[in-house]
């Protein structure tokens, strides 16, 4: 039973029309599963088959003949760090997990280019592989040997160092560094910017509050402009009204409010239409006071005039740079003013920021060497373990090691460490000093596993010396040492006996089932010692259907495996039985 909330599994296979497979399924589950049959049988096609779905190269001519396309789906169940893992990775495509299912398909026409699918939705091929990269790790196809990557072994060293929290602080340091650094970087870069904006600014704050504009002041005095500029006309005007109501409308007025007051005496209705005719006459008595009094006070002042002009001329200079109003001008100095202090301020910063970068500097090197010296000693105890598993694996020559390697850089990290050290079971080797390290946020060490198979061949980096069969063996040691520290749910090991006898089959199939612990591991094998040691047993052999060539794939369990063990071991005898037994 799959325990959901601490497993991820490769659930189900599914594959129609591939290669000579008319159909297969293979229902699959945690544990070791041993996959058998006869060499030819098909094994390869289940391994091609998952292949695809993990991103690999599809080609047309792996189309069953006659058909018209091939097809390949997965599903795989996925427990909460894994769906952490593949999450961000969905998201780029637009695609949500709405459960803890991932269904994998791969679409492959006979003559045109294959389609992939995640959970029913159109994805790239790259896609696959950055999924499956961090699900299965496929021993014997490069592309997914994830501890014959650098950066893997890196994290995996990390790992069994236990060092993810001094890590996590490199990281930590490493991004507030980078981050004080561009700050500083970009006040570099904007030094003269900076030089140019003061200047602007000084001048543009000086030149608003030399003309110490008030709100609304251009409108009076645009106002006081137009009466000066028409003192005469004014004076002329104000005296013609006043001349004419003088000449007529004075006297007329009187006698109509004589005559008023005369009906009103015969007539009472009448009174408020007399007391209407005497409140005239006063009206236009006041209309020719005001009027001699507002003629008396115009004045041709050219001089006001000028500076009114003048003024305004300031202003309208001041509303062109700054604002359509006063209120926009006085708006945009108060902005220049803070904008000059925000600006003067970062100057004044600068000094600190400085002393900043020093500081996290200096704290990023001692993590560095810190983490440095931790893997060195880590490294040591690995390669002496991985050693002893490939000796006991039929590679009794092998030599194991990590190799660190570190450079100088302009911008580098303070620190005092070696160029180039390799760390194997019987010491360290060490060339050259870095003194100012370039970094990363896992430190300042680029690691490689370095590995020779064979006596006086020199070590070199694993993923380039090792055949099919070494490569698998040493994924074997490196997966039975790291243990539960290496969080890959899903192994597929290819023939990992390649090379060896039936003696070291036994220790393999061990080594197999102790790593599938909590996990999931596929193991294609010719052994039955290997074969034994698994936790379900899966046999491939081919078959005919209508006069066709096809594959089948079934389970086997109790007599029918001792059965499968007997013909592995030579023979279905009831002396192989016992043996199988």
Do not use: W
């Not at 049959?37 to 098909?42: P, V, Y």
């Not at 030599?399 to 660190?404: E, I, K, P, T, Y």
């Amino acid at each position: 039973m799959v325990n959901l909330h601490r497993c991820t599994v490769l659930l189900e296979l599914d594959i129609t029309n591939f290669a000579v497979a008319r159909h297969v399924r293979l229902r699959l589950d945690t544990g070791l599963i041993a996959i058998t049959g006869e060499t030819g049988a098909g094994k390869s096609i289940l391994l091609d088959a998952l292949g695809l779905l993990l991103g690999a190269r599809a080609d047309s001519d792996t189309v069953r003949a006659g058909e018209r396309s091939a097809r390949i789906e997965g599903v795989f169940l996925l427990n909460p760090v894994a769906r952490e893992a593949v999450t961000p990775l969905l998201r780029e495509q637009g695609i949500e997990l709405e459960d803890e299912t991932l269904i994998v398909s791969r679409d492959v026409p006979a003559d045109g280019r294959s389609v992939a699918r995640i959970n029913g939705r159109v994805a790239p091929q790259a896609m696959l592989g950055a999924i499956g990269r961090r699900l299965v790790d496929l021993h014997g196809q490069a592309d997914h040997l994830a501890l014959l990557r650098p950066a893997e072994q890196l994290a995996a060293l990390d790992r069994y160092a236990g060092l993810a929290e001094r890590r996590m602080d490199m990281a930590r340091s490493v991004a507030q560094l980078r981050e004080t650094r561009a700050l500083l970087q970009r006040g570099k870069e904007d030094e003269r910017e900076r030089a140019r904006r003061i200047d602007r600014l000084t001048y543009e704050i000086g030149e608003i509050d030399a003309a110490a504009p008030e709100p609304g002041e251009d409108e009076l005095l645009t106002a006081e402009r137009r009466v000066l500029a028409s003192a005469e006309e004014l004076a002329r005007l104000a005296e013609e009204a006043r001349t004419a109501l003088d000449e007529g409308a004075v006297d007329a007025i009187g006698r109509a409010q004589a005559a008023a007051d005369a009906i009103a005496r015969l007539d009472a209705r009448f009174a408020d239409r007399a007391a209407d005719a005497a409140a005239l006459q006063d009206a236009v008595a006041d209309a020719m006071r005001v009027l001699r009094s507002y003629q008396e006070e115009i004045e041709f002042d050219p001089e006001r005039l000028a500076v009114v002009e003048a003024r305004l001329l300031a202003l309208g200079d001041l509303t062109r740079k700054y604002g359509p109003t006063i209120a926009d001008v006085l708006a945009y100095g108060e902005a220049a003013r803070a904008e000059l202090a925000g600006v003067v301020r970062a100057e004044e910063d600068a000094a600190a920021l400085m002393e900043e970068e020093t500081a996290l500097a200096a704290r990023c090197a001692a993590l560095a060497e810190e983490l440095a010296r931790s893997r060195a000693a880590a490294a040591r105890e690995l390669a002496r373990l991985v050693e002893g598993e490939l000796h006991t694996l039929g590679l009794p020559a092998a030599r194991f090691a990590v190799a660190f390697h570190r450079r100088d850089a302009a911008d580098g990290l303070p620190v005092v460490l070696p160029e180039a050290e390799t760390v194997g079971a019987d010491g360290v080797t060490a060339q050259g000093t870095v003194t100012a390290a370039a970094f990363d946020a896992t430190g300042v060490d680029a690691v490689e596993f370095v590995v020779a198979f064979n006596p006086q061949e020199p070590l070199r980096p694993a993923g380039r010396v090792a055949s099919g069969g070494e490569a698998s063996r040493l994924m074997l040691a490196l997966k039975t040492v790291l243990g539960a520290q290496d969080d890959m749910p899903t192994l597929v090991f290819d023939e990992v006996e390649s090379g060896l006898g039936a003696r070291s089959g036994g220790i393999i199939g061990e080594k197999l089932a102790v790593i599938a612990r909590g996990r999931q591991v596929l193991c294609i094998t010719h052994l039955p010692q290997v074969a034994a040691c698994a936790d379900r047993h899966i046999v491939v052999c081919k078959a005919l259907e209508d006069g066709r060539a096809t594959v089948e794939v079934r389970e086997v369990e109790g007599e029918e495996r001792l059965a499968e063990l007997a013909a592995m071991l030579g023979g279905d005898t009831a002396e192989n039985r016992e043996s199988a037994r």
